[in-house]
Nanobody
Framework: QVQLVESGGGSVQAGGALRLSCVAS????????MGWFRQARGKEREFVSAITWNGVSTEYAESVKGRFTIVRDGVKNTVYLQMKSLKPEDTAVYYC?????????????????????WGQGIQVTISS
């Protein structure tokens, strides 16, 4: 069973940058589509970005397009979310998620229900 551990969160001012990391331990995640979601206080969990198991295709929420970049490193079993030009509305707990059925899917999932493994979440706070 793959376990996901996020790191790299913190507090920065608006306009700043952060890089979140999600390390998958336990077994290779080479067949896993990987996603990032976030949940602001009082709001539902929302899709941020995802990448296919082979790294060929990515997907982004409209609110983060052009500012966030998702990449994966198969050697390090790690997926990264590079975030720049951060805004106060990006403040949330960010979650890494995995879908082990990557090769069977025509696209990455954008709904939380499409992922069955989750990290514990990490806080990102952007001050104005």
């Amino acid at each position: 069973q793959v376990q996901l551990v996020e790191s790299g969160g913190g507090s920065v001012q608006a306009g700043g940058a952060l890089r979140l990391s999600c390390v998958a331990s336990g077994r290779s995640f080479s067949n896993y589509n990987m996603g990032w979601f976030r949940q602001a206080r009082g709001k539902e969990r929302e899709f941020v970005s995802a990448i296919t198991w082979n790294g060929v295709s990515t997907e982004y929420a409209e609110s983060v397009k052009g500012r966030f970049t998702i990449v994966r490193d198969g050697v390090k079993n790690t997926v990264y979310l590079q975030m720049k030009s951060l805004k106060p509305e990006d403040t949330a707990v960010y979650y890494c998620a995995a879908d082990s059925l990557g090769p069977t899917k025509p696209r990455v999932g954008v709904l939380p229900s499409e992922y069955h493994l989750w990290g514990q979440g990490i806080q990102v706070t952007i001050s104005s």
